[in-house]
C-alpha cells in the first residue's frame, strides 16, 4: 500500500533537548512538507522541499531544522531554540504541480509533541 | 504576501441542510486550490480541489466555487450529515509548490 507515515505518535521530551520526528513516503512524491498545528488552530507551514536535496523555510521556521537527503524522507528535528514546541506535528506530501497526476498529496498521521 | 483566510470560525446547522464554507485569499498568482476535511486527532483528508482555469467542480455531495475576480472560494456540503462535523481548512498553492492554509472552519452538525 502506498502512503506516508510518521512516527512516532506520541513523543515527549524534556525541555532543552533537540527531536527528530520522523516522516516517510513511498508514493513517489517529489514535495514534502511539515506543518505545525496548536489546538483550535489551523496549520503553519514549519518547512517545505520540492526536491531531494532542496528545502525551504516556511512562515515558522525558527527552532527548526530538517533534511532531504531521500526522496521518501523528510525529517524534522525540534531544537532546544523552539521556544514553544508542543504541538501536533503534521507532514505532507505531493506530487508537485508539474506532474501529470496533478492532485494526488497526501497527510501522515502526526506527531503529537510534549514538552515536560 | 502570499495568505489564505476563511471568513467564518464556526459555522453550525441542521443535519440535511446544506453548508457553504467560504474563503478568501490575497495571491492572484496561485493557479491550484484544495479543500481538507480534519476530524479531531487526525491529519486533514484531502475533500476536493480546484484549478484557476475552473469556476466550479463538483464532488459526491460537495461543490468548490472559485471566483478569481473577488479572490474567494467556497466549499458547498449537499444535506449536511453528523458525519460532516469537523474543521474544514482551504489551502493555496504558490510558489514553489508551497502549500499554504487558512486558519480552518469548525462545521457542527445538529440533529
Known amino acids: 500500500d502506498g502512503g506516508i507515515t510518521q512516527s512516532p505518535k506520541y513523543l515527549f521530551r524534556k525541555e532543552g533537548q533537540n527531536v527528530t520526528l520522523s516522516c516517510e513516503q513511498n508514493?513517489?512524491?517529489?514535495?514534502m512538507y511539515w506543518y505545525r498545528q496548536d489546538p483550535g488552530q489551523g496549520l503553519r507551514l514549519i518547512y517545505y522541499?520540492?526536491?531531494?536535496?532542496?528545502?525551504q523555510k516556511g512562515d515558522i521556521a525558527e527552532g527548526y531544522s530538517v533534511s532531504r537527503e531521500k526522496k521518501e524522507s523528510f525529517p524534522l528535528t525540534v531544537t532546544s531554540a523552539q521556544k514553544n514546541p508542543t504541538a501536533f506535528y503534521l507532514c505532507?506530501?505531493?506530487?508537485?504541480?508539474?506532474?501529470?497526476?496533478?492532485?494526488?498529496?497526501?497527510f501522515g498521521p502526526g506527531t503529537r509533541l510534549t514538552v515536560l | 504576501g502570499e495568505s489564505v483566510g476563511l471568513h467564518l470560525p464556526t459555522l453550525s446547522v441542521q443535519e440535511g441542510d446544506n453548508s457553504i464554507i467560504n474563503c478568501a485569499y490575497s495571491?492572484?498568482?496561485?493557479?491550484?486550490f484544495i479543500w481538507y476535511k480534519q476530524e479531531s486527532g487526525k491529519g486533514p483528508q484531502f475533500i476536493i480541489d480546484?484549478?484557476?482555469?475552473?469556476d466550479k467542480r463538483q464532488g459526491q455531495r460537495v461543490t468548490v466555487l472559485l471566483n478569481k475576480t473577488v479572490k474567494h472560494l467556497s466549499l458547498q456540503i449537499a444535506a449536511t450529515q453528523p458525519g460532516d462535523s469537523a474543521v474544514y481548512f482551504c489551502?493555496?498553492?504558490?510558489?514553489?509548490?508551497?502549500?499554504?492554509f487558512g486558519a480552518g472552519t469548525r462545521l457542527a452538525v445538529h440533529p
Open positions: 522541499s520540492q526536491i531531494v536535496n532542496d528545502f
Open positions: 495571491n492572484s498568482a496561485s493557479d491550484y
Open positions: 505532507a506530501s505531493y506530487t508537485g504541480r508539474e506532474s501529470p497526476v496533478y492532485n494526488e498529496q497526501f
Open positions: 480546484i484549478r484557476s482555469n475552473m
Open positions: 508514493l513517489n512524491h517529489d514535495a
Open positions: 489551502a493555496e498553492l504558490g510558489g514553489y509548490n508551497k502549500l499554504i
